[in-house]
């Protein structure tokens, strides 16, 4: 069974900062703990499940498996609806990020909702993009929404946290980013390899970012849309999409 000790740490493990000083981070759901087990090569502290779950997976026997009540569960759970079974992991240590020549990434300036994040590393996934750079002020990529809504992509794209214009001012390929002042993205020729800055939910790509961008795109919209702009999540989608068209 788990212990106090065990369960007082999966609580602590929604905040942010118990993330970072323990190293470790929670996963949730039958869906993620099969991607986790079958597709990362993440450390498992401990799994935590109700007795239907356990028992159907006895050939788990080299992971700690621990039984927890369906009340337990439900109370530890970040989701209204209680999943079956969580999992307590440890961070990965990714290697210091090097630049590619020929690869696409993503560059993401302060994005604060999880779900959006969660969504654009699930976006990155479907495209090929194996790393993502975010600010330090973007939402932690380890936060239970974010994991949650990744859909397993978390276990595939490694996010790197960076000072964004320091960064950006030592690459020599591409800088993308969509503004109201770019290039129709449409009628662009794009290139195999670049860094695509994604911006703010509600105030876009920073200035000091925006002086850093040698390729600027513009997503044309609709000539009757009233719309300001559009979410971060759609915009990355659109534009990976566009890219990975054109190179085909």
């Known amino acids: 069974m788990l212990s106090q000790a065990e ?9 942010t ?87 696409l990434y993503l560059v993401l300036d302060n994005i604060q909702d999880p779900g959006n994040l969660g969504t654009i590393i699930r976006t990155a996934d479907w495209f090929g993009i194996k790393q993502i750079i975010c600010s330090t002020d973007t939402v932690d990529c380890f936060n239970p929404k974010v994991v949650q809504a990744t859909m397993g992509s978390l276990f595939r794209v490694k996010c790197y946290y960076e000072d964004i214009p320091t960064f950006l001012k030592k690459q020599q390929i591409p800088i993308y980013g969509t ?38 795109l513009f997503i044309p919209n609709y000539s009757q849309s009233k719309a300001e702009s559009l979410n971060a999540s759609i915009a990355s989608a659109i534009v990976c999409a566009e890219f990975r068209r054109s190179q085909n």
């Open 17 to 103: 900062k118990n993330r970072r000083k323990t190293g470790l981070f929670l996963v949730e759901g039958p869906k993620m703990i099969s991607e986790l087990i079958n597709y990362a090569n993440f450390e498992i502290k401990f799994i935590a499940a109700n007795k239907k779950w356990i028992d159907s997976h006895s050939d788990l026997n080299n992971f700690a498996l621990k039984e927890i009540s369906e009340n337990a569960l439900q109370k530890l759970s970040n989701f209204s609806t209680a999943n079956e079974v969580l999992a307590v992991v440890k961070i990965p240590e990714y290697q210091e990020f090097t630049t590619n020549i020929d690869s």
């Open 7 to 15: 369960i007082k740490l999966i609580n602590s493990l929604k905040l």
């Open 179 to 216: 503004l109201l002042s770019g290039k129709n993205i449409y009628e662009e020729n794009l290139s195999q390899s670049g860094f695509i800055v994604i911006g703010n939910e509600s105030k876009g790509i920073s200035q000091e970012v925006q002086s850093l961008i040698t390729r600027p």
